[in-house]
Every structure is written in C-alpha cells, then in structure tokens.
C-alpha cells in the first residue's frame, strides 16, 4: 500500500511541476510582447503619399499604415517579426490588416470625396490578441 501512495505522490508532484513550467513559459511569452513600447511619427514622402510609422522602444520601424491619395487606398506593412501584427485605421471606420498576410496587407480601397481631411493611425496588436498599442493620428488629405 505504501508503494501505491508514494507512486501517486511522486506523479502528482511531476504534474504540478509541468504544470508550472507551462504556466511559466506562457507569461513569459504574453510579457515579452507586452514589454514592447511603441512610438509613431507621420510622414508625406511624396505629394497625395500619407505614412503613420510605428517605432518601438529602441527605435527600430515596427510598422506603417500608408495612405495614398491617388486611388484612396490604405495599406498595413509590418516588416519586423516581433510578436505583432499591423493594423492601419482610417477615421471612415476603413481597415487594413497584416494579420495572416505577412508583411503587406490587402489595399483596403474605395472612393472617397476629394480634398477632404481624415485621420489615420497605426494599432500595433500582440499576435495573441490579449494586448495592442494604438497610436496618435496622423492627417491626410484625399
């Protein structure tokens, strides 16, 4: 009988102990994306082009969320492999996601009036989706 009772005890404590590396590994993760701070700067590298660019804390370029004019089309780009997907917003309620895409989403089109202002920004989301960053605005003009 003894046998059988420190059997138990031996695989119950072997359960908690994956248990807590499990639960380790797991936080661990989730913090490593959470520890990421994210700042962003607006650009207009050429006439009717619109950028939202996302930096992280040591300012490398994490992602963008473009605009162009010309076609009233927005794009997402993350070009890092760093636990976070890029979202691009348009104030029109317009989306553009890196999300199962890679480094480039979909252009996200549709026509809009001309020479009218509208805010865009850039949203930084963890690949987990338990946290995400979104950032100041930047205005363009169609």
């Known amino acids: 009988m003894t046998y059988w009772i420190r059997r138990a005890s031996l695989c119950g404590g ?28 607006c650009a207009s590298p050429s006439a009717g082009e619109y950028e939202s660019v996302a930096y992280d804390q040591n300012n490398h370029y994490s992602g963008l969320a473009l605009f162009e004019a010309n076609g009233d089309k927005m794009q997402a780009v993350d070009p890092r492999s760093d636990g976070y997907y890029v979202v691009a917003h348009l104030s029109t309620g317009r989306t553009a996601s890196t999300k199962g895409h890679g480094t480039y989403s979909p252009w996200a089109t549709g026509d809009l009036p001309e020479k009218h202002t509208y805010y865009m920004y850039v949203e930084m989301v963890a690949a987990d989706g338990l946290s995400s960053t979104s ?5 363009v003009v169609s």
Do not use: R
Not at 21 to 31: F, H, P, Q
């Open 14 to 41: 072997a359960l908690v102990l994956v248990s807590a590396a499990l639960a380790a590994g797991a936080s661990s993760a989730g913090a490593a994306a959470a520890d990421l701070d994210f700042h962003q700067k």
């Open 135 to 139: 950032l100041p605005s930047c205005k």
